[in-house]
């Protein structure tokens, strides 16, 4: 449901099931301007297929779809996670979507869009391509979006390395140039994003609903949920009660449910060098550090149970 106070989103993403489980949330909370697609989780073939999936999922037949980069920045192939599976969306039946994109240039149509749209929010819960390029291309953007919210990075720990988080490690020279942009940042990084973590009850919730959309995410989140559980060699009742991060998600209700959250001001620089810490996200957690240099509000602490209760209504409307 929608009003005059509704924030208004353009989604950069690269489902991913979290992807999916995020643009429901936008679906219900938010007006979606537009979707654009990037490679990260998957090639950009697979994320963008997963997305025109999506909008047939939540109904969203009307929001244009535009596929991005295929590539990070630095023009080399990149290296795709098992997460996901090898669709990118693996657990459900395979389903084909009712339509293709609208566009093939993400970068142009995020521009454009920024230019045309009031109080729009960028919400990158992928790699940070799509959205260096339009900023590269048009600085002006930085100054007109009403903020960049997004999935990546972390102030504590990675998951790609022990340092990188995979959506900045995918494209550190992109989220780099994201971060020094001058845009109002928002970040949700792993160390909030893993206090937002489902258990085998969100799942069973998902299957009892009993709708097609309810039953397609259930069988999204038994596989995302397994996948998550077998890489800390867990099984049966163990498996069970593991929980799985609900990771891109929280970009969305950062914005849409602010109470949910507790903010913090920081400087953050993202690493492009380091032999150890390549795509880290780097905070200045100084005492004395110098509070006019803050760059980002880094989401820090989340209301686990509230903000599960919010995806799940979304994932079953």
């Known amino acids: 449901m929608t009003g005059p106070s ?52 939540f109904g969203l037949h009307f929001v244009p779809v535009h596929s991005g980069s295929a590539v990070p920045v630095n023009g080399q192939e990149g290296r795709y996670p098992e997460a996901h599976g090898r669709s990118g969306l ?13 566009g093939t240039d993400a970068v142009s149509f995020i521009i454009d869009t920024v230019r045309a749209t009031e109080g729009l929010w960028l919400v990158p819960i992928g790699p940070l391509t799509n959205i260096a390029l339009a900023l ?32 900045i490690w995918f494209d550190p020279e992109a989220a780099d140039e ?31 609903h009993g709708t097609d959309t309810s039953r397609f995410c259930a069988e999204l989140m038994r ?32 914005i849409t449910h602010p109470h949910l959250f507790t903010v913090e001001r920081l400087h953050v620089v993202v690493e492009t060098a380091g032999t150890h810490t390549r ?17 980002v509000d880094a989401v820090v602490v989340a209301r686990r149970d509230q903000a599960l209760d919010v995806v799940l209504g979304a994932l079953m409307r």
Do not use: K
């Open 178 to 208: 994201v971060f020094r942009s001058g845009a109002p940042m928002m970040m949700c990084g792993l160390d909030l994003t893993h206090q937002v973590a489902a258990d085998g009850r969100f799942i069973d919730a998902l299957e009892s």
């Open 223 to 254: 596989f995302y949920h397994g996948y998550s559980a077998r890489l800390v060699h867990l099984e049966g009742e163990s498996a069970y009660r593991h929980r799985v991060p609900m990771h891109d998600p929280c970009a969305v209700m950062a």
């Open 136 to 167: 590269r291309r048009a600085p002006d953007i930085s100054r007109r979006v009403a903020g960049i919210s997004i999935m990546g990075g972390s102030l504590t720990h990675g998951n790609m390395t022990s340092a990188a988080e995979f959506n």
């Open 6 to 57: 509704t924030p208004r989103v353009l989604i950069d993403c690269d489902p991913g099931h979290d992807d999916v489980f995020a643009i429901a949330v936008a679906a219900q909370h938010c007006a979606i301007v537009g979707v654009t697609t990037v490679a990260g989780n998957s090639p950009l073939t697979n994320t963008t297929r997963n997305a025109l999936i999506a909008m047939d999922l």
């Open 279 to 295: 795509g880290m996200t780097h905070p200045d957690l100084r005492p004395w550090a110098d509070p006019t240099r803050a760059n």
């Open 90 to 102: 693996d657990g459900p039946v395979p389903r084909t979507p009712s339509r293709g994109v609208d």
